[in-house]
Nanobody
Framework: QVQLVESGGGLVQAGGSLRLSCAYF????????LGWFRELPGGQREFVAA????????IYSDSVKDRFTISRDNADNTLYLQMDRLKPDDTSVYYCAADLSPQGDSSTSSEYVYWGQGTQVTVSS
């Protein structure tokens, strides 16, 4: 299994920055990608960004590209999401997740089987 724990959420003003962290631990299964999602009204989880672990290739949604940066620290087993120029529409609960399949583009929530508990991000006007 893969365990993930998010941290770093908080309250920031529009235009500000925040960095989310996700500590991950792989036991008997190997992840092919790690990603960030956020909740939409109705409970759906919207894709934000993902990182292919074999190639370190980042993928971003259109709504956050040029503002957010996904990265990881291999030594500390930590995934990061640097969030810049934040907007009120970015307000959500953010989740990190692990994709165990080499198939697909790792940009939909159904591809991920392990999820963290989430961290709240609130952006004020």
């Amino acid at each position: 299994q893969v365990q993930l724990v998010e941290s770093g959420g908080g309250l920031v003003q529009a235009g500000g920055s925040l960095r989310l962290s996700c500590a991950y631990f792989t036991r008997t299964e190997s992840a092919y990608a790690l990603g960030w999602f956020r909740e939409l009204p109705g409970g759906q989880r919207e894709f934000v960004a993902a990182l292919k672990l074999r190639t370190s290739r980042p993928i971003y949604s259109d709504s956050v590209k040029d503002r957010f940066t996904i990265s990881r620290d291999n030594a500390d087993n930590t995934l990061y999401l640097q969030m810049d120029r934040l907007k009120p529409d970015d307000t959500s609960v953010y989740y990190c997740a692990a994709d165990l399949s080499p198939q697909g583009d790792s940009s939909t929530s159904s591809e991920y089987v392990y999820w963290g508990q989430g961290t709240q991000v609130t952006v004020s006007s």
